[in-house]
């Protein structure tokens, strides 16, 4: 067994753990639902990021130096901010804020979209060029 499913275990035996004590307590202390899941969502996150970084050093050496090396760095940036934003959104339903959850997914989509802009720029001057050529 190789470090990410051991990571993956231990997560879902993490998961499963806090669901029972959500259920358990639901009815005995309601109040401290928010906070169970809100700490079981960081201490989730903070599983994952050893072995995210590992495999974000990894994508970075395959791609580093190349002609594609600006669109990997694009695409790791909103995968980026779309694991955070979705974490920050779904905490934010989880404390019953659902209105302030959509706000901060749709800042991450208009980051993302932000974040594309030079690329699409550039593509279009591409398809520009090449339609010059014909």
Do not use: H
Not at 2 to 20: P, Y
Not at 78 to 87: E, F, P, R, T
Request: glycine residues 12%; contains cysteine.
């Amino acid at each position: 067994m190789n470090a990410m499913e051991s990571t993956l275990l231990r997560v879902v035996g993490v998961g499963i753990l806090l669901s029972a004590v959500c259920l358990i307590l639901k009815p005995i202390r309601g109040e401290w639902i928010p906070l169970i899941r809100i700490g079981g969502s960081v201490l989730v996150f903070g599983m994952l990021l050893s072995p995210l970084s590992d495999v974000l050093e990894e994508l970075t050496s395959l791609v580093g130096g190349g002609a594609i090396e600006p669109y990997a760095q694009a695409m790791l940036r909103a995968l980026g901010i779309s694991l955070l934003c979705k974490i920050a959104c779904d905490v934010c339903r989880d404390a019953g804020e659902g209105t302030l959850g959509f706000g901060v997914e749709m800042a991450g989509k208009l980051t993302i979209l932000l974040l594309c802009v030079p690329l699409v720029r550039e593509l279009l001057s591409y398809a520009a060029i090449l339609l010059e050529g014909t």
